[in-house]
């Protein structure tokens, strides 16, 4: 297959279908639509999943990000607001939103019990709940300890079983408790198989206790690959796959960084197994909904009632193996917006992705830090911001303000620019130039960043601006 042809792979949904470890944040990481029109209650695009007859709405709720409430102090911690979440879970229900997904690692550990009682207060059967054995630190790696984490989220979230069971983030590497670096394979095996928690939940499905069972995927494609193997030898069956896809990573993310894998590839290997697929960052931690700005233009100027986001969740949503598309919707208006674009979802047409496909040569050109602001990096040992770093410089970048040439004429404005901007959006205590190089960061980012490195880099950067003038 064409790696590049996105609608050789598409088949009927280019009709609308009848049928993502301490986030929390308050960023506003997707513009507002234009269209202040609220949704319809009755449209929201459904699809079918192949394997139980689940019904499920096109649109699913990532609680990652959930709304929180104004700190006195920056830090303090974050205290989710309880109101507002049960608030946006009832006008996601009223709508047709019918997916939830959360895990134990998500905002500090707080969102499971939030999503539970906001879920709770309705019908059992009118949701789906999706959570994950987020084991990632190697004291959680016993057997003991792993069954004690799904119990925990049985507890949490208020149900007596789980319908999408999640085997979090594979691929990825790790340290044992005695600080030695382990290879993905190795990681995978210390987490699920040397444990034999893999089985046990298999067992638990068996039981009633999971209705599907399923992984999500970053880092290293051998364990993808190895994982789905064990699917055709019918050693492992896999429900559902969740993955990482988005116009830019369609085709980019192993040019961005040859750690991450094509999402044309994930896509069309569990497509051709008829395993469903569920999507995750569809809009890049925000990066998709903040493009340069004549990209914008050309985008209103196609879709003027649109905002910018929609075209990202418009295309994670158009291939017709994909049965979920999530997004960490912290606001109300995202989730009207999101809400807008779904209810029903207009597939992408083929001028539309040959448009998208140009947007993401051209966004791989600007050469960013390929963050996602997923906050699994956080929190950092020695209080530095690593998202809030990385997002003003991808910002400055996108926004074409990067100071670069001591010659333009531009540039004593843009100096000017980044490193008052970069005081306002991190505050000095958090800045790259208090990072040790610990490297606690690197084994929880998704994106396998060199992290210490590019705070050493960016740090190198601020110093030589402060001293260019």
């Known amino acids: 297959m064409d790696r590049r042809n996105f609608f050789k792979i598409l088949g009927g949904a280019t009709v609308a279908s009848s049928a993502v470890l301490t986030a929390c944040k308050g960023k506003n990481a997707q513009e507002t639509t234009a269209s202040q029109q609220e949704p319809p209650t009755d449209k929201m695009t459904m699809r079918k999943n192949p394997g139980n007859g689940d019904n499920v709405s096109i649109l699913g709720y990532g609680m990652m990000r959930l709304p929180v409430l104004p700190k006195k102090k920056d830090t303090d ?75 925990e989220s049985l507890k949490n979230l208020k149900v007596d079983y789980i319908d999408y069971l999640l085997l979090h983030a594979i691929g990825g590497t790790s340290r044992n408790l005695d600080g030695e670096n382990l290879d993905s394979e190795e990681t995978f095996n210390a987490r699920y198989m040397d444990n034999g928690i893999l089985d046990w939940l298999v067992e638990q499905k068996k039981e009633g206790k999971i209705r599907n069972l399923g992984f999500s995927y970053h880092g290293d494609v051998d364990i993808f690959d190895m994982l789905l193997s064990w699917h055709d030898e019918g050693r492992y069956h896999w429900d ?192 790259a130039d208090h990072c040790i190089g610990c490297g606690e960061c690197m084994s929880h980012c998704p994106q396998r960043i060199n992290i210490p490195s590019e705070m050493q880099r960016l740090d190198q950067f601020v110093e030589e601006l402060k001293r260019s003038i």
């Open 77 to 151: 911690p974050d205290v989710i607001d309880q109101e507002m979440v049960n608030k946006q879970i009832d006008y996601a229900l009223e709508h047709g939103v019918n997916y939830y997904d959360t895990s134990p690692a998500y905002c500090q550990g707080k969102s499971e019990a939030a999503t539970g009682t906001a879920l709770s207060r309705h019908p059992r059967d009118k949701y789906f709940v999706a959570t994950k054995l987020s084991n990632f630190a190697p004291e959680t790696w016993s057997r003991e300890a792993s069954q004690e984490m799904f119990h």
């Open 240 to 431: 559902f796959v969740q993955i990482e896809l988005n116009y830019l990573d369609w085709d980019y993310a192993n040019e961005i960084n040859s750690f991450n894998t094509d999402a044309s590839y994930l896509y069309a290997e569990l497509e051709k197994r008829g395993i469903p697929a569920i999507i995750m960052e569809p809009l890049l931690g925000g990066r998709l909904a903040k493009v340069p700005d004549p990209v914008v233009a050309k985008m209103k100027s196609k879709r003027p009632e649109d905002s910018v986001a929609s075209w990202a969740f418009r295309f994670a949503g158009t291939p017709k193996g994909v049965l979920c598309v999530l997004s960490g919707m912290t606001y109300m208006e995202h989730l009207r917006d999101n809400i807008r674009t779904y209810a029903p979802l207009q597939p992408i047409t083929k001028e539309e992705n040959d448009f998208l496909m140009k947007v993401a040569k051209d966004i791989y050109d600007l050469k960013t830090i390929p963050c996602n602001e997923c906050n699994y990096c956080m929190p950092c040992p020695y209080g530095i911001n690593i998202p809030a770093i990385f997002s003003h410089y991808n910002k400055m970048i996108q926004e074409g303000n990067m100071p670069h040439d001591r010659e333009s004429a531009e540039y004593r404005r843009q100096r000017r620019n980044y490193l008052i901007g970069y005081d306002r959006s991190v505050p000095k205590i958090r800045q």
